[in-house]
């Protein structure tokens, strides 16, 4: 059973920045996929970033190119969501996921989901 479990959400003023971790189980991820989710209050989950756990390449929805950079550590299985010049914005509860196989960028293609940690970031 795979588990993903977020950490290191928080509030922070903009212009500021934050690290998530995303510490997974479970299971070999060599040929998955990993993935930041967001949500804000009354807004769908969109897609923030992925990585392929395997080769690295990234992947970023373009409101957080150049702003957020997402890694992964293979010997701590463990994804990483540097987020910097951060913006009211950006302010969601922030997921962590997993799927096998290619990226998409639509949340209802992965399967599993950490719980969420929350992003406050204010003006």
């Known amino acids: 059973q795979v588990q993903l479990v977020e950490s290191g959400g928080g509030l922070v003023q903009a212009g500021g920045s934050l690290r998530l971790s995303c510490a997974a189980s479970?299971?070999?991820?060599?040929?998955?996929?990993m993935g930041w989710f967001r949500q804000a209050p009354g807004k769908e989950r969109e897609f923030v970033a992925a990585i392929r756990w395997s080769s690295g390449n990234p992947y970023y929805a373009d409101s957080v190119k150049g702003r957020f950079t997402i890694s992964r550590d293979n010997a701590k299985n463990t994804a990483y969501l540097q987020m910097n010049s951060l913006k009211p914005e950006d302010t969601a509860v922030y997921y962590c996921?997993?799927?096998?196989?290619?990226?998409?960028?639509?949340?209802?293609?992965?399967?599993?989901w950490g719980q969420g940690t929350q992003v406050t970031v204010s003006s």
């Open positions: 996921a997993a799927k096998e196989g290619p990226i998409y960028t639509s949340p209802a293609m992965w399967r599993y």
């Open positions: 479970g299971r070999t991820f060599s040929g998955y996929a």
